[in-house]
């Protein structure tokens, strides 16, 4: 099982520390919204091609700096001749793929195929020196390291949406009969995620899905559709431990509801979900319908 590695404070051959997700001083928190690392530094996944012409190609004290992080200068490929100007703020992301190829569930591969491409949101930097085909810019704002080949992209603001009141949260909530889909991966391809957590679930715009939606999070007992090991239809019986009179299935139970979360990030296919509140742990495989 692969837990999510958050909030760790790395040094790579003796680049630059990093406490992944600094957050940008001139952006104070609010408590009933996301903060500002939380909504720029949540990933997304899309089916649309993401320009990489403009690259972070080196930066300062590259003979022996393999990453760069906040505070540090870095290169882009792009200079005055391609109308890159002091000032310009750019956003750094990169493609990413699971490094463990192995399914947690039995349509993960499938789902993730349909949703896009994954992208990995690094950070920002702002351009402080420009020549005719290179710039020169500071990295103001990091979610992880970055890199030589990383992908810069135009600044552009994202929406904060507002919290909800906890609550309100309804544990047997009953079926909304609004879209039903699931959470395919999570940030840094974590399986099993919580509060706070950011994950990628299956339903986009084209399924009428808006940043500040919500997401309620469940579980069907008995299913086999997961690839955890447990034992076949714990969900009525356990060796030892009692049984019921006659066998039930899947659907013959009410469905376990996890908990929920705000949508941050949305595209055609692909929604970046955080979640709000969770009674237990959230596997890669569990459902969510609109609420």
Same mark, same amino acid.
Do not use: G, H
């Given at each position: 099982m692969r837990a999510k590695a958050a909030g760790i404070c790395i040094s790579v051959l003796m680049g630059a520390g990093l406490c992944a997700a600094q957050e940008a001083p001139q952006n104070a928190a609010k408590l009933n919204q996301p903060d500002y690392s939380q909504t720029y530094c949540s990933g997304f996944v899309t089916d649309q091609r993401v320009p990489d012409e403009m690259r972070l190609i080196s930066g300062e004290q590259s003979n022996y700096k393999i990453t760069f992080a906040r505070g540090d200068y870095v290169y882009l490929n792009r200079g005055m001749n391609q109308g890159v100007r002091e000032g310009d703020r750019f956003a750094v992301v990169r493609p990413v793929s699971d490094p463990v190829d192995v399914p947690w569930f039995k349509w993960q591969d499938k789902l993730m195929k349909a949703m896009g491409t994954a992208y990995s949101d690094l950070g920002q930097v702002r351009v402080v020196k420009v020549h005719p085909n290179v710039s020169i810019a500071e990295i103001n704002f990091s979610c992880a390291y970055m890199q030589r080949g990383d992908i810069i992209r135009p600044f552009a603001e994202r929406q904060s949406p507002q919290f909800k009141e906890a609550g309100n949260f309804d544990h047997f909530a009953p079926v909304s009969g609004k879209? %039903?889909?699931? %959470?395919?991966t999570a940030k840094d391809f974590a399986q099993t995620t919580g509060k706070n957590d950011t994950v990628y679930v299956n339903l986009g715009t084209n399924q009428g899905v808006k940043v500040g939606d919500y997401f309620r999070i469940f579980r069907y007992q008995g299913t086999r559709a997961s690839l955890l090991d447990i034992d076949k239809d714990t969900q009525y019986k356990m060796f030892g431990f009692g049984a019921t009179p006659q066998v039930y299935k899947w659907n013959d139970l009410p469905r376990e509801i996890l908990g929920e979360g705000i949508v941050?990030?949305?595209s055609h296919n692909s929604s970046t979900v955080l979640? =709000?509140?969770? =009674?237990?742990?959230?596997f890669s495989g569990d459902y969510v319908e609109v609420e």
């Open positions: 879209p %039903v889909a699931m %959470v395919v941050l990030n949305v979640i =709000t509140y969770s =009674t237990s742990e959230v």
